[in-house]
């Protein structure tokens, strides 16, 4: 079984770009399919990545063409790259091993800042 740790999460303005980092612990990584899901509060866990053993892999609509998902088998980690990241991609982000082991999560959130007030005088 591997044990699996995320990490790489936080704030972005909407058409940023964050990287994930998945760090897996147990034996034979290079041999594991994994998996990116993510989910937001009160709708049920999405897949959005999958990345094979051979390094193959394939996305979900909501994300090909601005995520892409890598690893190293020499540091036991793969990766979640995400750009022109959008408001509805904010979500707790977790990586899943092929028999179903899924890491603590990370929390992406993708916001405008709340802004400053400017205010002119005569």
């Known amino acids: 079984q591997l044990q699996l740790t995320e990490s790489g999460g936080g704030l972005v303005q909407p058409g940023g770009s964050l990287r994930l980092s998945c760090a897996a612990y147990?034996?034979?990584?290079?041999?594991?399919?994994l998996y990116w899901y993510r989910q937001t509060p009160g709708k049920e866990r999405e897949w959005i990545a999958t990345?094979?053993?051979?390094?193959?892999?394939n996305y979900a609509d909501a994300v090909l063409g601005r995520f892409s998902v890598s690893r190293d088998n020499t540091k036991n980690t793969i990766y979640l790259r995400m750009t022109d990241l959008k408001p509805e991609d904010t979500a707790a982000y977790y990586c899943v091993s092929g028999d179903r082991n899924w890491g603590t999560g990370t929390q992406v959130a993708v916001s405008w800042g709340p802004g400053t007030q400017v205010t002119t005088s005569k």
């Open positions: 990345i094979t053993s051979s390094g193959g892999s």
């Open positions: 147990g034996q034979s990584f290079a041999t594991h399919t």
